[in-house]
């Protein structure tokens, strides 16, 4: 079977873009094209891959779990997370990823390949109770890693974040190996994930890839707690014709991406031939940057009549660690990664799929 995808609709910028929707089955084969990675070659996925998803019901597992449903079929793919998941196409499954004992029978039960670990507590959340947020986030990751490497799964993906980063990083293009000195329990997480990664796959040879995700925007679920979150509720009042308060100063610059972006970039690495992926920490992820005056400019030229205000709280402490913009080169050199979508693109399409939801 042939994993392709139908080609862009207008409203975004590149001519290797496409949506999660596009994708489409053709039966001639069992692979991934992208327009993008058609110019190369294309990458075999084993028709008895079998994936899990850990934390399927979170904002970026919920679209995820679609996708992956979409490009290895329903059955192939089994969404967890702590509470029962409604509305599956495919099988789902209830589990705390910290039960190492259950994690490991479901691996074994559903013959299970792959694994993408997504729970976790986020940056603003994780504030609450860091020593909590600590246990979760590392806890969950070792019990993923072990269970992988005891059972002999032949991929891992997981997700890091900008949240790496601190005020000791060079705050704008901020290159892939930089120092980082994270100032959230959060970002202390991933650093110190990124590395158990890394340190995985070289001394037992386990494939795990992992991007650092910008804040990522999408209009198929809600954010669970990051720091910008900001950017996902702003578009949901604008279509409701309400006005929107910001957590964070109006020239506060954050990278950020679109979920269709986010997305393909996720599937594009993990079918990456292992020897392209040469970063074994984390990828830097850039999709596009933007402060909260600018998206509400690019809004303003849809809904002229938008208004937002600014009332900062401690999430603007958050974001002021954090660098403005990150330079993505070495994924794109790599693995061939390259956004689609800018502000005003993605604004148009956010607009337009949450007018289409609000109007059901
Ligand atoms: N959303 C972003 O902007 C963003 C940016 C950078 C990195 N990330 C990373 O991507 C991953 C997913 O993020 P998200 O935005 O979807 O988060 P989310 O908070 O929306 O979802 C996380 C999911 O994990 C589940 N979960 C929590 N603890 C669990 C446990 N012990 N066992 C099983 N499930 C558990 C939650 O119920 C939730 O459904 C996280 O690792 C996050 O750090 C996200």
Redesign the pocket.
């Known amino acids: 079977m042939i994993f392709k995808i139908r080609y862009p609709k207008s409203n975004i910028r590149s001519d290797i873009g496409f949506r999660i929707s596009d994708f489409e089955y053709c039966d001639t084969g069992y692979s991934l094209h992208s327009p993008y990675i058609r110019r190369s070659k294309s990458y075999p996925i084993m028709k008895q891959d079998k994936i899990l998803i850990?934390?399927?019901?979170?904002?970026?597992?919920?679209v995820l779990t679609a996708a992956l449903r979409d490009a290895f079929g329903e059955q192939h793919v089994i969404a967890?997370?702590?509470?029962p998941l409604e509305n599956q196409a495919g099988p789902s499954e209830v589990?705390?990823?910290?039960d190492a004992k259950a994690l490991a029978e479901l691996v074994k039960k559903h013959s299970i390949t792959q694994i993408y670990?997504?729970?976790?507590?986020?940056s603003a959340?994780g504030e609450a109770d860091p020593m909590k947020s600590w246990e979760?986030?590392m806890g969950?990751l070792f019990n993923v890693f072990e269970t992988a490497r005891n059972l002999s799964i032949q991929k891992v993906f997981?997700?890091?974040?900008?949240?790496v980063f601190g005020r000791e990083a060079a705050p704008r293009n901020t290159p892939q190996f930089e120092v980082l000195i994270p100032e959230t329990v959060?970002g202390i997480s991933?650093v110190a994930g990124e590395n158990w990664a890394n340190y995985y796959f070289r001394r037992y040879g386990l494939d795990v890839r992992s991007v650092?995700?910008?804040?990522?925007i999408g209009y198929q679920?809600?954010?669970?707690?990051?720091t910008?979150d900001y950017a996902v509720d702003i578009y949901h009042c604008a279509v409701k014709n309400q006005p929107f308060e910001c957590f964070l100063q109006e020239n506060t610059p954050l990278p950020m991406i679109y979920m269709d972006d986010a997305i393909r970039g996720t599937i594009e690495l993990m079918n990456a031939p292992a020897e392209q992926v040469k970063v074994r920490t984390s990828y830097n992820l850039a999709g596009m940057t933007f402060t909260p005056k600018e998206i509400a400019e690019s809004i303003k030229k849809e809904i002229p009549e938008f208004q937002i205000s600014y009332k900062p709280d401690f999430r603007q402490a958050i974001a002021d660690s954090w660098p403005g913009s990150i330079d993505d080169s070495t994924a794109r050199a790599d693995w061939g990664w390259k956004p689609a979508y800018d502000l005003d693109g993605m604004t148009r399409d956010m607009l337009l799929q949450l007018k289409k939801q609000y109007l059901k």
């Open positions: 850990i934390g399927a019901g979170g904002q970026i597992g919920t967890s997370d702590l509470r589990l705390n990823a910290l670990h997504l729970a976790a507590i986020l959340k979760i986030n969950s997981y997700p890091s974040s900008i949240a959060y991933k650092r995700y910008p804040g990522i679920s809600m954010p669970g707690g990051g910008t």
